[in-house]
């Protein structure tokens, strides 16, 4: 086991620039091992070596002998040694989680505050090649996001500092042997053993069945966890860069994307561009972001229709428009129907447009791309700007019969958050006399009898993105 660890801590360069390692050590053969072997070869890898114990308070008697075991241990052995107790089942329940979920909270956040105390501090702790197994396929059963890692980390950052595994090279079989050799006589945790932990199932069922198929399964599963890191981190930074090519236009609670340059890149970076978006809204590593959510920006994408929605928990909205696609955080799809009377003459302004009218004589008035001409005897007023409705349909122009006012949009390719906020002026008697750049109708149209001419003219408001 020693030359298995030593190659191990070695190939991973574990104690650089580490003046002190502090071990967690729960009393258990893995973290005692692990506590023992540090501390005797701490010449040699030219290391401080220190022990954390932290009391969960749940499981009485046997948990306070624990802690005594632990600080006893270190002081026959002259390890500096930490201890703290916390509250699980007062933080799970104020906080609506599982006590495993708070313990580990709670434990991690102590781990944290404690490296902060001491300048070039590590914390190591005893997960071992058999916990490395068990981890994966009980992640990959689970259904975790295929874009992260499964399995634990050799290192991994922790506020300021990082935690060690200098066990993953090992089995627990070789830890219980070299307790055995040098005369060690841990703690065991009566709740390893019970059937209510996930974890203690795949233990004590699936693990035997792989170890009978291959001892060195654990190495194998290493290997596999240490290359898939390296290659999810390369993706990622691929990712990250054809991101600022895709991204359009970005806020602290919306992202617009270009379809088409998403699709144009591979698609395992498509993936993880949705991904990092997602996080960016959601915060990383959320537990409301998972693959079928990806799939379902994808097949929207790729094969859906040229306008949709997908409604994701927490509020979220994505939106694809044509060849963009919106991502949008605490979006409501209820939009206020304001109703607004239009002077004549005189003009408004709504959140995104602003309408004028005026009356003239002149007859030679030629309509212009964002105007309508009418037959100001025969408009019934009052004249009213409104946004669209559902059932909304026009006696068109140079049409027989009416047409839907959202095929208007649809046909005219109109981004649907615009179409909520797009101008339908109707008259006196509910009819509608014209959507602005995209269609006029036969109400009170101009003919030979005409006296006076009502214009009407549309424009952008150019306030409505301050």
Not at 59 to 75: I, K, M, N, S, T
Not at 177 to 184: A, K, N, P, R
Not at 366 to 387: C, G
Not at 396 to 416: E, H, Q, S
């Amino acid at each position: 086991m020693k030359s298995d660890v030593h190659n191990f801590i070695k190939r991973h360069h574990l104690f650089e620039d580490c003046r002190l390692v502090i071990v967690a050590v729960s009393g258990g053969p893995d973290s005692i091992a692990l506590l023992h072997y540090l501390w005797s070869n701490k010449e040699h890898y030219q290391i401080e070596v220190a022990a954390c114990h932290v009391h969960h308070q749940l499981r009485g008697e046997e948990a306070d002998e624990d802690a005594h075991y632990v600080e006893h241990f270190c002081h026959e052995r002259g390890i500096s040694f930490y201890q703290r107790r916390v509250n699980v089942k007062e933080y799970a329940c104020n906080n609506n989680m599982s006590t495993q979920v708070a313990a580990r909270e709670l434990r991690y956040s102590y781990f944290e505050e404690l490296l902060s105390r001491y300048p070039n501090s590590i914390l190591a702790t005893g997960h071992h090649g058999d916990d490395q197994v068990e981890t994966v396929l009980m992640r990959m059963v689970r259904g975790s996001l295929p874009l992260i890692t499964y399995g634990i980390p050799v290192k991994r950052k922790i506020g300021q500092s990082v935690i060690i595994r200098p066990f993953l090279g090992i089995t627990k079989d070789k830890i219980e042997q070299y307790c055995i050799e040098e005369s060690l006589h841990p703690r065991r945790d009566s709740s390893n053993e019970s059937f209510a932990y996930t974890r203690n199932r795949f233990r004590q069922e699936i693990l035997p069945f792989l170890k009978e198929e291959n001892p060195m399964v654990h190495t194998h599963v290493q290997r596999k966890n240490e290359w898939e890191t390296d290659d999810q981190s390369l993706l990622m930074a691929l990712a990250e860069e054809a991101k600022s090519t895709i991204i359009t236009n970005k806020s602290e609670r919306n992202v617009t994307i270009s379809r088409i340059a998403l699709l144009n890149i591979a698609l395992p970076l498509q993936r993880r561009v949705i991904h990092l978006i997602l996080n960016y809204l959601y915060g990383k590593n959320s537990p409301l972001i998972t693959s079928i959510h990806i799939e379902q920006v994808l097949e929207m994408l790729q094969h859906g229709k040229p306008s949709a929605d997908l409604h994701f928990p927490d509020s979220t909205l994505i939106r694809r428009e044509y060849d963009l696609c919106h991502f949008m955080k605490d979006h409501t799809n209820e939009v206020e129907q304001v109703v607004q009377t239009l002077p004549i003459p005189g003009s408004l302004s709504t959140k995104t447009w602003i309408i004028e009218s005026y009356v003239t004589e002149d007859q030679d008035i030629v309509e212009k791309d964002n105007q309508i001409i009418l037959d100001y005897d025969v408009v019934s007023e009052p004249l009213l700007v409104r946004s669209k409705k559902p059932s909304d349909r026009m006696t068109c122009r140079g049409m027989d019969g009416t047409k839907k006012v959202g095929r208007l949009f649809i046909d005219r390719k109109v981004p649907k958050q615009d179409r909520e906020h797009w101008p339908i002026i109707i008259d006196g008697e509910g009819q509608i006399v014209w959507v602005p750049f995209l269609h006029r109708s036969k109400v009170a149209d101009v003919g030979h009898d005409t006296k006076k001419v009502l214009v009407l003219t549309s424009y952008r408001n150019e306030r409505s993105d301050e």
